[in-house]
């Protein structure tokens, strides 16, 4: 006989074991093609009126099997040398209740939380008679915060920035929500990527995009159109945000352009931000746009109302080009251990000893150690994340060269880079 265990019995015991407070624990669930469904799931359990109940019971959650786990643990560089850990734990959901998701066995319900020092990731024990843990969806969206996605490292301010800017309604105060929101900055700062993943982790997925050079066209009105159709689409999507990339490419300023049409595409960006269709139906679209070129955007689209709020990407210094390269060397370390490969004539992905300590305890004088490079923060001062991508895959090229020779060492070492 197969019994269950109610997902608040077993959390307790999974805080415990893990020694954290359950409101430090995050979740999601994850989709067939990676995308996270937890936000939707929650609201398709509705009632006929299309009202969230407020107790969603049974008939508004899902189960999943405690004994599917699958557990990783990412290390994440902090400031001044610290490193933290951050377990996910994923578990195969065996039912979805009272929603449209199709093939659910597919489906992940994936918890993560930041590990205390020197405590390994424990799940808890249950019997073998235990089947399932019941999740009702009130449960899990009480106080919900996302599993993070640790796609990007560093740009911690631009971050809040996103979210902040994402987050705000105006209601505190009984006014307008800001619309418009512009990243400015060098190209390979991270822009996309950090929208991509604030979006990930706010909505669920990525929001609708769209770049410059995509909207211009040959054809009379077809640039215009193209806008409204993307800004019709991002109004139906869950995010409700449109991402504009390379926006200098259809918003210079006016007195600059040489083209008429060039003019009449800025001007059916401002109706689109800040005119009357922009307010219909109570939810206007937010806009984000980036650029490496601010200076030519027109200005009376960087007036408040429209893209006035200005987010500044520089170049990486001190313990953001830190985390940067952390980031990148955290994922060759986690892939060598992933292989499994105990002979050293096929290892892959080796890091030498004092760069897997300081993926590991985020120790940085063992690197102060190294003839050529006397300070790490000195050689990756002043680079974009690109940049310091570009040294990380340049060092692995050059393990690859010594592997082919004869004796070569399989570890990435900083003189690589």
Same mark, same amino acid.
């Given at each position: 006989?197969?019994?269950?265990?109610?997902?608040?019995?077993?959390?307790?015991q999974?805080?415990?074991?893990?020694?954290?407070?359950?409101?430090?624990?995050?979740?999601?669930?994850?989709?067939?093609?990676?995308?996270?469904?937890?936000?939707?799931?929650?609201?398709?359990?509705?009632?006929?009126?299309?009202?969230?109940?407020?107790?969603?019971?049974?008939?508004?959650?899902?189960?999943?099997?405690?004994?599917?786990?699958?557990?990783?643990?990412?290390?994440?560089?902090?400031?001044?040398?610290? @490193?933290?850990?951050?377990?996910?734990?994923?578990?195969? @959901?065996?039912?979805?209740?009272?929603?449209?998701?199709?093939?659910?066995e597919?489906?992940?319900?994936?918890?993560?939380?930041?590990?205390?020092?020197?405590?390994?990731?424990?799940?808890?024990?249950?019997?073998?008679?235990?089947?399932?843990?019941?999740?009702?969806?009130?449960?899990?969206?009480?106080?919900?915060?996302?599993?993070?996605?640790?796609?990007?490292?560093?740009?911690?301010?631009?971050? =809040?920035?996103?979210?902040?800017?994402?987050?705000?309604?105006?209601?505190?105060?009984?006014?307008?929500?800001?619309?418009?929101?512009?990243?400015?900055?060098?190209?390979g700062?991270?822009?996309?990527?950090?929208?991509?993943?604030?979006?990930?982790?706010?909505?669920?997925? @990525?929001?609708?995009?769209?770049?410059?050079?995509?909207?211009?066209?040959?054809?009379?009105?077809?640039?215009?159109?193209?806008?409204?159709?993307?800004?019709?689409?991002?109004?139906?999507?869950?995010?409700?945000?449109?991402?504009?990339?390379?926006?200098?490419?259809?918003?210079?300023?006016?007195?600059?352009?040489?083209?008429?049409?060039?003019?009449?595409?800025?001007?059916?960006?401002?109706?689109?931000?800040?005119?009357?269709?922009?307010?219909? =139906?109570?939810?206007? @679209?937010?806009?984000?746009a980036?650029?490496?070129?601010?200076?030519?955007?027109?200005?009376?689209?960087?007036?408040?109302?429209?893209?006035?709020?200005?987010?500044?990407?520089?170049?990486?210094?001190?313990?953001?080009?830190?985390?940067?390269?952390?980031?990148?060397?955290?994922?060759?370390?986690?892939?060598?251990?992933?292989?499994?490969?105990?002979?050293?004539?096929?290892?892959?992905?080796?890091?030498?000893?004092?760069?897997?300590?300081?993926?590991?305890?985020?120790?940085?004088?063992?690197?102060?150690?190294q003839?050529?490079?006397?300070?790490p923060?000195?050689?990756?001062s002043?680079?974009?994340?690109?940049?310091?991508?570009?040294?990380?895959q340049?060092?692995?090229?050059?393990? =690859?060269?010594?592997?082919?020779?004869?004796?070569?060492?399989?570890?990435?070492?900083?003189?690589?880079?």
């Amino acid at each position: 006989m197969t019994t269950e265990i109610e997902f608040s019995v077993w959390r307790n015991q999974l805080a415990e074991a893990n020694h954290i407070a359950c409101d430090k624990l995050r979740y999601e669930l994850i989709g067939p093609t990676g995308d996270r469904r937890l936000k939707e799931t929650a609201v398709a359990a509705t009632t006929g009126d299309g009202m969230r109940t407020p107790d969603l019971g049974d008939d508004g959650g899902l189960k999943f099997n405690p004994h599917s786990e699958e557990i990783d643990i990412k290390h994440r560089y902090q400031e001044q040398g610290q @490193v933290v850990r951050w377990c996910t734990i994923n578990f195969a @959901v065996t039912e979805i209740h009272n929603t449209s998701l199709l093939d659910k066995e597919d489906y992940i319900f994936q918890i993560g939380f930041q590990l205390p020092d020197d405590i390994e990731p424990t799940v808890p024990p249950t019997g073998a008679d235990v089947s399932n843990v019941t999740a009702p969806l009130s449960d899990i969206v009480d106080g919900f915060k996302p599993v993070r996605a640790f796609r990007v490292a560093g740009l911690s301010d631009q971050r =809040d920035a996103i979210r902040e800017f994402l987050q705000s309604d105006g209601d505190r105060w009984g006014l307008e929500p800001e619309h418009g929101l512009l990243l400015e900055g060098p190209p390979g700062t991270g822009k996309t990527e950090l929208v991509m993943e604030v979006c990930r982790e706010e909505f669920g997925s @990525v929001p609708v995009e769209i770049s410059g050079p995509e909207i211009l066209s040959r054809w009379v009105g077809e640039s215009e159109r193209i806008l409204r159709d993307r800004f019709d689409e991002a109004r139906s999507h869950p995010s409700n945000v449109l991402y504009i990339d390379e926006i200098d490419a259809i918003a210079r300023s006016r007195g600059q352009s040489t083209q008429e049409h060039s003019a009449q595409i800025v001007a059916q960006l401002l109706v689109l931000l800040d005119g009357i269709d922009s307010k219909r =139906d109570g939810s206007p @679209v937010k806009v984000i746009a980036s650029t490496n070129m601010a200076e030519l955007i027109d200005e009376a689209l960087r007036r408040p109302g429209r893209l006035g709020r200005t987010e500044t990407f520089t170049r990486l210094h001190g313990d953001d080009a830190l985390a940067v390269l952390h980031h990148y060397l955290e994922h060759i370390h986690r892939h060598s251990h992933q292989s499994g490969e105990t002979d050293v004539s096929q290892a892959i992905g080796q890091l030498s000893d004092n760069l897997a300590e300081f993926v590991t305890d985020g120790a940085v004088a063992p690197l102060h150690r190294q003839d050529v490079v006397d300070d790490p923060q000195q050689f990756l001062s002043d680079r974009t994340g690109a940049q310091i991508e570009h040294f990380v895959q340049r060092g692995t090229r050059r393990v =690859d060269r010594r592997l082919r020779g004869v004796d070569g060492s399989t570890q990435l070492t900083l003189e690589d880079l």
